[in-house]
């Protein structure tokens, strides 16, 4: 882990407060690792950009297939959020443990003070989610929304 001092932690929302805590994640019921009290964050800006337009309040779901190099593969259902603004997080990496099956993604369990803030514009970065298609979104709502 010492070769990494920053990662990104994408959301949503500003964090009340000076610093990120952690929290039960409950987004996947097919990898456990997604499953740990802690905060996420990525050694990647581009995924966290992603993940937190996909966490928007108004967007009823998406999907990161796999990130390699310089290519996402991110979906949406639904459509592109109407809120204007997401926000990227970078961490300092101390704390941070890489996860088994992920090497793009680390958990903290102890809060975290970001070292920088950044305020984004959703339209800023659509280009790097494609919409589903009617065919992915019906199939992804009938798995999911239960």
């Excluded at 740990?36 to 950009?49: E, M, P």
């Excluded at 919409?131 to 199939?139: G, I, L, P, Q, S």
């Amino acid at each position: 882990m010492s070769e990494l001092k920053i990662l990104f932690h994408g959301s949503p929302s500003k964090v009340i407060g000076n610093k990120i805590i952690p929290s039960r994640a409950d987004d996947s019921d097919e990898r456990p690792e997604n499953n740990q009290f802690g905060i996420y964050a990525t050694d990647r800006k581009d995924l966290a950009i992603v993940i937190a337009i996909l966490r928007c309040k108004d967007v009823i779901g998406g999907s990161i297939d796999e990130y390699k190099e310089d290519k996402l593969n991110a979906r949406i259902y639904g459509e592109f959020p109407k809120q204007e603004f997401i926000y990227v997080y970078h961490l300092p990496a101390g704390t941070f443990n890489q996860t088994k099956i992920d090497k793009h993604q680390f958990v903290s369990v102890v809060a975290v003070r970001p070292v920088k803030i950044e305020k984004l514009r959703v339209k800023d970065f659509t280009h790097l989610i494609r919409k589903a298609t009617k065919k992915e979104t019906d199939y992804w709502i009938k798995k999911y929304k239960k």
